[in-house]
């Protein structure tokens, strides 16, 4: 036997058969009610969301979730085809489908090797010009050379002279593009 069961309009309590309170407003709305302390509160205007033990409050707050079960979609999946892609045909596609492992790798390795010799080509014409370069800079970029000093009358006088006065003349183009003097 199924019992028809109603809905406290306060706590959202079930209300069995013969049970609860019924209040017909004067506009004829019918409220109906778990117990007299569900109709108390009514008719004092309190909120049943502000009291913690009504169906509102938990529905809220979120305290019953395990109450509310959700139906989980299935998800309906493609099945796979073969259809022609941008730029290739479905008979190309096919071919390489069945086309033999030893077949792949050799095109691989091909292509790898021609990248390789690429690359090596490309390196190669860096180092060059690399080279050009510094030969370049190499001439231009220092230029040593050392001052007369005056002759002194004895070879005794003359070593004191270098080792007092030992002059060297570094021209540097990219530092200095004048003429410097450096003291040894």
């Known amino acids: 036997m199924v019992l028809k069961t109603e809905l406290c309009r306060f706590s959202g309590a079930k209300i069995y058969p013969g049970k609860g309170i019924r209040f017909v407003r004067a506009d004829s709305q019918v409220f109906l009610f778990a117990n007299s302390k569900c109709k108390r509160y009514f008719h004092n205007r309190l909120k049943p969301a502000k009291l913690t033990w009504t169906a509102m409050y938990r529905k809220q707050h979120k305290k019953d979730i395990h109450a509310e079960t959700v139906k989980k979609r299935r998800r309906t999946t493609k099945k796979p085809y073969s259809r022609s892609i941008v730029g290739a045909t479905l008979e190309v596609i096919q071919k390489k489908r069945t086309e ?85």
Not at 116 to 126: F, G, L, S, Y
Not at 164 to 171: T, V
């Open 100 to 184: 033999k492992a030893e077949v792949r790798d050799a095109a691989r390795e091909a292509a790898l090797r021609e990248i390789k010799e690429r690359i090596k080509k490309t390196k190669d014409e860096k180092k060059a010009k690399k080279a050009e370069v510094t030969a370049k800079t190499q001439k231009t970029q220092t230029k040593v050379a050392r001052l007369r000093l005056p002759r002194a009358r004895s070879s005794a006088r003359r070593w004191k002279a270098l080792n007092k006065k030992h002059f060297l003349i570094l021209a540097n183009q990219k530092k200095f593009p004048l003429l410097t003097v450096i003291l040894v």
